[in-house]
Each structure stands twice: as C-alpha cells, then as structure tokens.
C-alpha cells in the first residue's frame, strides 16, 4: 500500500490546481469543472484517510464507511452539475457568451 503522505500531496496538488483555475479564469464552465475538481481532491482524501484507519484498526468493519460517504457526496456533485448547467446554458442564451465578467450586465 502507498504511504498516506502520497495522497495527501496528490489532493494538495489536484486542490490547488483548482483553486488557481477559480482565481484565474473567467469562463464559467471552466470555474465549475475547477470546483468539481477541488470536491473530488477532498474525497480522494477522505478514502485515504479511511483506509489508513481501516490499517491501523482491522477490528473495524472494513473500512468502507468513507468510500460510502464519497458515494452519496458524488450523487449530490452530479445533482449539483445537472442544476448548474442548465444556469450555465440558460445564461449562455440569455447574453451569448459564459465570460462571468458579463454577469454585472444582469444586474438590472
């Protein structure tokens, strides 16, 4: 098995990608995939951890319980991407670009 310290660079690495395509970018599809990314670096950790524990404590069950929780967080993120789309597309037809900068357009 790999060390935890392994995947924790690798959510570090995946968050801060995501933190620089929300700071950096202007295009709304891109901000939301770069949110995507950053919720999946969390659940990469989250099953890291649980297996760790599982490791260190066999007389758990079997140490599924995060990779159960991941699971129901994935249901939400694609409920989540479903409804966003569709503000994405409805925007996109309301002012025919994605550039979140258009958005103070919208105001009044």
Do not use: W
Not at 33 to 62: G, R
Not at 87 to 99: A, M, N, P, Q, T
């Amino acid at each position: 098995m790999l060390p935890i310290s392994y995947y924790i660079i690798l959510s570090l690495v995946l968050f801060a990608i995501g933190m620089t395509g929300v700071a950096i970018r202007r295009n709304a599809i891109i901000i939301f995939m770069c949110i995507e990314l950053m919720l999946n670096s969390v659940n990469l950790l989250l099953v890291a951890f649980s297996k760790m524990h599982y490791m260190k404590n066999p007389e758990l069950q079997n140490g599924t319980d995060a990779q159960l929780l991941v699971f129901f967080i994935m249901v939400v993120a694609a409920a989540e991407v479903a409804v966003g789309l569709s503000v994405i597309i409805l925007l996109f037809r309301k002012v025919y670009s994605v550039d979140i900068n258009v958005l103070n357009r919208l105001k009044g």
